[in-house]
């Protein structure tokens, strides 16, 4: 190493010795610059994270000095809780529908845009409008659209339809699907985008030979987008579902789990038991559940991940 | 330019082809027209309805405000008290983007160009915090929070905020500073310069873009959550734009005029920078979901 040779005059232990505080002195520097960003994600996101899987194995209401311990007794009553179960199960419907819209338009919205020469760019900015909202804002005005004598019904009024015109929020067979729509709506334009991306960087001559083969633009866009897009499919499709299956907000700001919790998701089963109810150790195992189930969902997508960069 | 076609040319595939383009680029822009219709619709109905009295939000529900009217915004900005919130939500995202732009790019800057013990890990550990769901912990965090008496204080949703986008962003700033040459800083380094002035006087100018991206999202972050102040900040005095929305829902569920002055109140400020800096904010969020 060129250390050695230009210390020539030094014993090998000595240049070992160098070596070492060297290695420290950089290690301390690295970690200088780590700190803030380190010991606030220790201090907030990761204490409390250990905290949570404490925090369900007892009894307490959150504020009291002393709390019971009952083991996994929040667990089984969570396993034995009806609307626990029910939540789950809303909650997958809604990420189903979420991740089916927003990866199918998404898709065909991003092959539509990268063959669209004139105004693609005022495209983007408006399907990416609605990204930038906040959660609140499309809760609200998606809550208005749907009302008895909003926009929905009076569009659906206007073309002949009006036989199909109900309270879509305050109808449990319709108050889901409902949501799952407005989340697509505030949603999708990220996924366009990405898409977007990853076709402008699929090979040119793919298509080209495509063309001279006489394919037509749906031809091309099962043969050659689909499958050259394989990987950030995956990836989106993974993101869309974790990130729909943390769905709060908007059913928050609008149902809060009604009518006859047909929109209680995990999230606002939660804040309900830990807060309303103040339930510190029962929200707490439904927050455990939540979080298992999304970490596993991100170990996967970043296991997936890494193999597509190999 | 038009030139006569010979009535026989009109059958060749190449021709039909020609019009199958045609009829494909109809499909293509009505397609794309009404995609843009279902985003920008619900927008503009609140922001038109945001300027039209109650009696033209019942007479005119879908035309535009004309004449326009303020007496909605005058409302909600002073008895619904927005303007007390507007700035809440101002001191606490500017509070938060100032704290992510110095944390951001000393943690990307670290671990995009330092080698040092344990590394690997504290990549690992960051990747994890990614995904961690902030409703997830928000029990554990709001007895912390209850704990260091910052319960109702701006600091308890800026230091959660940072804590929580932290790994986000300095992943960001990471990818900024590994496209930028090391030639630079290393001649830096053999005239004697400290990492640090290396990284202040010679990295940071470079990645100028990078800290612009961490400060639009984090601002915009910051600006539209509603999670963190309403558990933290229940005191009216500390209350943000968000949460004041949500109880402007529940008591007048039915003033649209009303809501949609508060709709444009807390969307106006996020879509003008939206508009300036397009590129950043989508190259951005696209590149958390790509990249990681």
């Given at each position: 190493m060129a250390a050695t040779a230009s210390t020539g005059m030094l014993t090998r232990r000595q240049v070992q010795g160098k070596r070492l505080r060297r290695g420290a002195r950089r290690n301390l520097t690295a970690y200088l610059f780590l700190a803030p960003a380190l010991i606030l994600y220790l201090a907030f996101v990761i204490r409390p994270t250990v905290e949570l899987f404490g925090l369900s194995a007892f009894d307490w209401n959150g504020v009291n000095p002393t709390r019971e311990f009952v083991g996994f007794d929040n667990f089984a009553r969570l396993f034995a809780d009806p609307l626990f179960w029910r939540s789950l199960g809303n909650?997958?419907?809604?990420?189903?529908?979420?991740?089916?819209?927003?990866?199918?338009?998404?898709?065909?919205?991003?092959?539509?845009?990268?063959?669209?020469?004139?105004?693609?760019?005022?495209?983007?900015?408006?399907?990416?409008?609605p990204v930038v909202q906040a959660s609140i804002v499309t809760a609200l005005v998606w809550k208005w659209i749907y009302q008895p004598d909003g926009l929905l019904n009076n569009a659906l009024g206007a073309i002949g339809l009006g036989f199909l015109s109900h309270g879509w929020l305050g109808d449990p067979n319709t108050a889901l699907p409902a949501l799952a729509l407005a989340a697509a709506w505030s949603g999708f334009g990220l996924s366009v985008v990405i898409f977007l991306a990853g076709i402008q960087s699929i090979d040119q001559s793919l298509y080209d030979s495509a063309k001279m083969d006489g394919a037509n633009a749906r031809q091309m866009f099962m043969n050659v987008t689909v499958p050259e897009l394989r990987p950030v499919i995956t990836v989106v499709f993974l993101l869309e579902m974790i990130g729909a299956f943390q769905t709060f907000d908007i059913v928050w700001a609008t149902t809060r789990g009604g009518p006859v919790n047909s929109t209680e998701v995990l999230a606002s089963f939660m804040f309900k038991r830990g807060f309303t109810d103040a339930e510190f150790g029962y929200g707490a195992s439904i927050a455990v559940i939540f979080m298992v189930i999304v970490l596993g969902a991100a170990i996967i997508s970043l296991l997936l991940r890494e193999r597509n960069e190999d | 330019?038009?030139?006569?076609?010979?009535?026989?040319?009109?059958?060749?595939?190449?021709?039909?082809?020609?019009?199958?383009?045609?009829?494909?680029?109809?499909?293509?822009?009505?397609?794309?027209?009404?995609?843009?219709?279902?985003?920008?619709?619900?927008?503009?109905?609140?922001?038109?309805?945001?300027?039209?009295?109650?009696?033209?939000?019942?007479?005119?529900?879908?035309?535009?405000?004309?004449?326009?009217?303020?007496?909605?915004?005058?409302?909600?900005?002073?008895?619904?008290?927005?303007?007390?919130?507007?700035?809440?939500?101002l001191i606490i995202s500017l509070l938060s983007v100032v704290a992510m732009v110095i944390v951001a790019p000393l943690a990307g800057y670290g671990l995009a160009r330092m080698k040092f013990w344990g590394r690997r890990l504290v990549v690992v550990v960051l990747l994890i915090g990614l995904t961690i769901p902030i409703t997830a912990i928000?029990?554990?965090?709001?007895?912390?929070?209850?704990?260091?008496?910052?319960?109702?204080?701006?600091?308890?949703?800026?230091?959660?905020?940072?804590?929580?986008?932290?790994?986000?962003?300095?992943?960001?700033?990471?990818?900024?500073?590994?496209?930028?040459?090391?030639?630079?800083?290393?001649?830096?380094?053999?005239?004697?310069?400290?990492?640090?002035?290396?990284?202040?006087?010679?990295?940071?100018?470079?990645?100028?873009?990078?800290?612009?991206?961490?400060?639009?999202?984090?601002?915009?972050?910051?600006?539209?959550?509603?999670?963190?102040?309403?558990?933290?900040?229940?005191?009216?005095?500390?209350?943000?734009?968000?949460?004041?929305?949500?109880?402007?829902?529940?008591?007048?569920?039915?003033?649209?005029?009303?809501?949609?002055?508060?709709?444009?109140?807390?969307?106006?400020?996020?879509?003008?920078?939206?508009?300036?800096?397009?590129?950043?904010?989508?190259?951005?969020?696209?590149?958390?979901?790509?990249?990681?």
């Open positions: 909650n997958l419907i809604f990420v189903v529908l979420l991740v089916a819209f927003n990866v199918t338009v998404g898709l065909i919205t991003a092959s539509a845009l990268a063959r669209a020469m004139r105004g693609r760019l005022i495209y983007q900015l408006i399907f990416f409008l | 330019m038009v030139s006569p076609t010979p009535a026989a040319q009109r059958t060749t595939p190449a021709m039909s082809r020609f019009w199958q383009r045609r009829g494909g680029k109809l499909m293509l822009y009505t397609y794309l027209t009404v995609l843009a219709l279902f985003s920008l619709a619900p927008l503009a109905l609140a922001w038109s309805t945001a300027f039209k009295t109650r009696a033209q939000v019942v007479s005119n529900p879908y035309g535009l405000p004309f004449p326009p009217a303020f007496e909605n915004l005058a409302e909600a900005w002073t008895s619904g008290r927005f303007s007390q919130y507007f700035m809440s939500s928000i029990l554990p965090l709001y007895t912390i929070m209850r704990d260091l008496h910052l319960l109702n204080t701006y600091w308890s949703v800026v230091i959660t905020h940072v804590a929580v986008g932290g790994p986000f962003f300095a992943f960001i700033m990471r990818a900024f500073f590994m496209r930028m040459p090391e030639a630079l800083a290393d001649a830096a380094r053999v005239d004697g310069c400290s990492e640090l002035r290396v990284f202040w006087n010679i990295m940071l100018p470079l990645v100028r873009p990078g800290v612009l991206t961490v400060a639009l999202l984090e601002f915009l972050w910051s600006w539209n959550n509603l999670i963190l102040p309403l558990v933290f900040l229940t005191s009216e005095n500390v209350r943000t734009l968000p949460v004041g929305m949500l109880l402007l829902t529940g008591r007048f569920s039915t003033d649209y005029g009303l809501l949609s002055a508060a709709v444009l109140i807390l969307s106006l400020p996020v879509v003008v920078l939206f508009v300036l800096f397009q590129r950043n904010f989508v190259e951005g969020l696209a590149s958390g979901a790509v990249k990681g």
